[in-house]
């Protein structure tokens, strides 16, 4: 919880120096205000208060300053404390987005995304209540108590009340044995408490995205009781951590009432010996009061501040991950433009043992056309994800320009391709920014261009054309509006490098012919690289690798496989008959 605060900024260390002086107000004209009281019993005392009228009105009047003194510094105080902390947890939720955003698949994988989300909400909201708790009650509840024990060791001296003083120890022995026993009972259930956050965010997000799925495959019922399963277990630790916190009450008003009684009690006992006694019985009382609320605060703390700590660490954990993918310095002299070559890469997934991709070579001259085809999860999508370096590959080289991808910085890297993804992905926004989320300052006429190119016109019939609104997700445009404005975004920026992954797979078939012939046309000196599963995609491609089981099992032209790799042959026999192939 400290280490966040390097976070703060210079006017929030200023106004948290001036909380912490209005605290220290608060706790002397709360401290202050028992002197009245018993100024005030000591005139009521006296044999003919008439002629104390005037001193009774006006210490009065000293008195409500105090109290006044007491509410106006408890508001600043807090009113500050909530401005350095909301600003200071503000940064710090920014400082998570942007980590997470320089994080690769790698890490997200290792927190996974609803701990992430958990982690940048809930997690923030948990320390943002510690903070302002620590930072109130952690300097009050002390200095109150240092004071109230300070003034009743005076009062006793004074009055002749030394055993009124054992009242108090007494009661706060006992609370303290109360409170640690609470705290021992809640404690470990706090961390359990955030993992089970992490796990109902988890289940309810995979429902809600797969929300159409479940219902088409009659899977209520199952993710009905996959989520009762997570939610039982987690109210069950709630209930539990709130039994035993509602300990805290009864306990706080026994101990309260009864210090009282005893008080009262024992003054009756002693008064008639030292009636002086009944003059400082209130402000005894109210002294009690203070030392047993500041004993309770204190307990408190101990509570919250172990929520915060574990909050604190889960947050720290992102913001301190060392990314695996460390950028380039850049320094090289390139020599080639649009190549790309792959050298006996082997690639596996952090924590799996298997391989997916093994011993790959092949080079691709700039303009050239290169397709990968293969059966599902042969390993397509994970080799040109080496590529832009989404992963680093585990044995070999990939090298693009004729420099190790690991040598250039990651946004240099991906300003030299242009990636259109498996899966069409758009953001909120309209389609023009979400356009121009592949040059910013595209023209109208480039982007014109672009959408022609991809056969995206349908956006001119959208209510709005460009400015169209795209809801979270691109959920309000179809698979292939998503896959073709996917292909404008990534082709706008006039890439050296285009990477096409089965991005035309939701494309008619002539839709998917006519973006590739618009393709071919005007970029005709990128290089491509297209995986596909269509043939017909990418018979005419200037070489095709076969891939199976991440490995490679051919490499060539169209007719050269079909004569040569069997695998190839296979996957064409199923989509066209050998007349067709023969043609
Ligand atoms: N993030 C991941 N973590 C672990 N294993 C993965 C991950 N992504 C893919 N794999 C595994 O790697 C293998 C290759 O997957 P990949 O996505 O590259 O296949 P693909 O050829 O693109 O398939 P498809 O044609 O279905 O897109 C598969 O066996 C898959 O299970
Ligand atoms: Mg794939």
Same mark, same amino acid.
């Given at each position: 919880?400290?280490?966040?605060?390097?976070?703060?900024?210079?006017?929030?260390?200023?106004?948290?120096?001036?909380? =912490?002086?209005? =605290?220290?107000?608060?706790?002397?004209?709360? #401290?202050?205000?028992?002197?009245?009281?018993?100024?005030?019993?000591?005139?009521?005392?006296?044999?003919?208060?008439? =002629?104390?009228?005037?001193?009774?009105?006006?210490?009065?009047?000293?008195?409500?300053?105090?109290?006044?003194?007491?509410?106006?510094?408890?508001?600043?105080?807090?009113?500050?404390?909530?401005?350095?902390?909301?600003? =200071?947890?503000?940064?710090?939720?920014?400082?998570?987005?942007?980590?997470?955003?320089?994080?690769?698949?790698?890490?997200?994988?290792?927190?996974?995304?609803?701990?992430?989300?958990?982690?940048?909400?809930?997690?923030?909201?948990?320390?943002?209540?510690?903070?302002?708790?620590?930072?109130?009650?952690?300097? *009050?509840?002390?200095?109150?108590? #240092?004071?109230?024990?300070?003034?009743?060791?005076?009062?006793?001296?004074?009055?002749?009340?030394?055993?009124?003083?054992?009242?108090?120890?007494?009661?706060?022995?006992?609370?303290?044995?109360?409170?640690?026993?609470?705290?021992?009972?809640?404690?470990?259930?706090?961390?359990?408490?955030?993992?089970? *956050?992490?796990?109902?965010?988890?289940?309810?997000?995979?429902?809600?995205?797969?929300?159409?799925?479940?219902?088409?495959?009659?899977? %209520?019922? %199952?993710?009905?009781?996959?989520?009762?399963?997570?939610?039982?277990?987690?109210?069950? +630790?709630?209930?539990?951590?709130?039994?035993?916190?509602?300990?805290?009450?009864?306990?706080?008003?026994?101990?309260?009432?009864?210090?009282?009684?005893?008080?009262?009690?024992?003054?009756?006992?002693?008064?008639?010996?030292?009636?002086?006694?009944?003059?400082?019985?209130?402000?005894?009382?109210?002294?009690?009061?203070?030392?047993?609320?500041?004993?309770?605060?204190?307990?408190?703390?101990?509570?919250?501040?172990?929520?915060?700590?574990?909050?604190?660490?889960?947050?720290?954990?992102?913001?301190?991950?060392?990314?695996?993918?460390?950028?380039?310095?850049?320094?090289?002299?390139?020599?080639?433009?649009?190549?790309?070559?792959?050298?006996?890469?082997?690639?596996?997934?952090?924590?799996?043992?298997?391989?997916?991709?093994?011993?790959?070579?092949?080079?691709?001259?700039?303009?050239?056309?290169?397709?990968?085809?293969?059966?599902?999860?042969?390993?397509?999508?994970?080799?040109?994800?080496?590529?832009?370096?989404?992963?680093?590959?585990?044995?070999?080289?990939? +090298?693009?320009?004729?420099?190790?991808?690991?040598?250039?910085?990651?946004?240099?890297?991906?300003?030299?391709?242009?990636?259109?993804?498996?899966?069409?992905?758009?953001?909120?926004?309209?389609?023009?920014?979400?356009?121009?989320?592949?040059?910013?300052?595209?023209?109208?006429?480039?982007?014109?261009?672009?959408?022609?190119?991809?056969?995206?016109?349908?956006?001119?019939?959208?209510?709005?054309?460009?400015?169209?609104?795209?809801?979270?997700?691109?959920?309000?445009?179809?698979?292939?509006?998503?896959?073709?404005?996917?292909?404008?975004?990534?082709?706008?920026?006039?890439?050296?490098?285009?990477?096409?992954?089965?991005?035309?797979?939701?494309?008619?078939?002539?839709?998917?012919?006519?973006?590739?012939?618009?393709?071919?046309?005007?970029?005709?000196?990128?290089?491509?690289?297209?995986?596909?599963?269509?043939?017909?995609?990418?018979?005419?491609?200037?070489?095709?690798?076969? +891939?199976?089981?991440?490995?490679?099992?051919?490499?060539?032209?169209?007719?050269? +496989?079909?004569?040569?790799?069997?695998?190839?042959?296979?996957?064409?026999?199923?989509?066209?008959?050998?007349?067709?192939?023969?043609?």
């Amino acid at each position: 919880m400290i280490k966040l605060l390097k976070y703060l900024n210079a006017k929030e260390c200023l106004f948290l120096f001036i909380t =912490l002086a209005f =605290l220290v107000v608060q706790v002397w004209c709360n #401290i202050t205000i028992p002197d009245y009281t018993l100024k005030i019993s000591e005139y009521l005392s006296m044999p003919d208060i008439s =002629l104390y009228w005037q001193d009774i009105v006006w210490t009065c009047v000293q008195m409500l300053f105090f109290v006044a003194g007491v509410l106006i510094s408890s508001f600043l105080a807090q009113l500050l404390a909530s401005i350095v902390v909301s600003g =200071l947890l503000a940064r710090i939720r920014s400082k998570i987005f942007e980590k997470v955003n320089s994080f690769s698949s790698t890490e997200i994988n290792k927190f996974s995304i609803p701990s992430l989300i958990t982690r940048s909400t809930n997690d923030i909201t948990q320390l943002q209540q510690v903070y302002t708790t620590t930072l109130t009650l952690g300097l *009050t509840a002390p200095l109150t108590a #240092i004071f109230a024990i300070i003034k009743i060791v005076g009062l006793s001296r004074d009055y002749g009340a030394g055993n009124l003083s054992l009242v108090n120890v007494v009661s706060v022995l006992l609370l303290v044995i109360v409170i640690t026993i609470i705290i021992l009972l809640a404690l470990p259930k706090f961390k359990k408490i955030q993992t089970g *956050t992490d796990k109902l965010n988890m289940v309810t997000r995979e429902n809600l995205t797969g929300l159409k799925v479940v219902r088409a495959v009659g899977a %209520e019922k %199952e993710q009905e009781e996959k989520f009762e399963k997570v939610n039982s277990k987690f109210a069950k +630790l709630e209930f539990f951590v709130d039994k035993v916190l509602m300990l805290i009450d009864p306990s706080l008003s026994f101990v309260m009432q009864g210090t009282s009684l005893a008080i009262v009690w024992i003054v009756g006992l002693l008064a008639g010996q030292n009636p002086q006694l009944l003059l400082v019985l209130s402000a005894f009382t109210q002294y009690s009061v203070f030392i047993i609320m500041s004993f309770t605060f204190l307990s408190m703390l101990f509570m919250f501040v172990p929520r915060g700590i574990v909050s604190a660490k889960r947050i720290n954990e992102i913001l301190k991950t060392e990314i695996v993918l460390k950028d380039g310095n850049n320094s090289f002299d390139k020599k080639e433009q649009g190549t790309i070559e792959f050298k006996n890469v082997s690639f596996k997934y952090p924590d799996a043992d298997e391989k997916v991709l093994e011993n790959i070579s092949f080079s691709i001259k700039q303009g050239q056309t290169v397709a990968f085809i293969g059966s599902t999860g042969s390993g397509k999508s994970t080799l040109i994800n080496l590529i832009p370096r989404f992963y680093d590959c585990f044995e070999g080289e990939v +090298l693009v320009d004729g420099v190790n991808v690991k040598d250039y910085t990651q946004h240099d890297l991906h300003n030299l391709i242009g990636y259109v993804p498996q899966k069409g992905v758009l953001f909120s926004g309209s389609i023009e920014s979400n356009l121009k989320y592949g040059k910013e300052n595209a023209t109208d006429e480039e982007i014109k261009n672009v959408i022609n190119i991809s056969q995206s016109n349908f956006v001119y019939d959208l209510p709005d054309g460009l400015h169209y609104k795209v809801s979270q997700g691109g959920k309000n445009v179809s698979g292939g509006q998503k896959q073709r404005l996917s292909i404008a975004r990534a082709i706008i920026k006039d890439p050296e490098i285009l990477i096409f992954d089965d991005s035309f797979s939701a494309l008619d078939y002539k839709t998917d012919k006519t973006v590739r012939k618009n393709l071919n046309k005007a970029y005709k000196d990128t290089t491509k690289v297209i995986v596909a599963q269509r043939i017909g995609t990418i018979m005419n491609a200037d070489q095709i690798i076969v +891939l199976d089981q991440g490995k490679m099992v051919g490499i060539g032209k169209h007719k050269q +496989l079909l004569k040569t790799c069997q695998i190839y042959k296979e996957i064409a026999l199923s989509q066209f008959s050998e007349e067709e192939l023969s043609k």
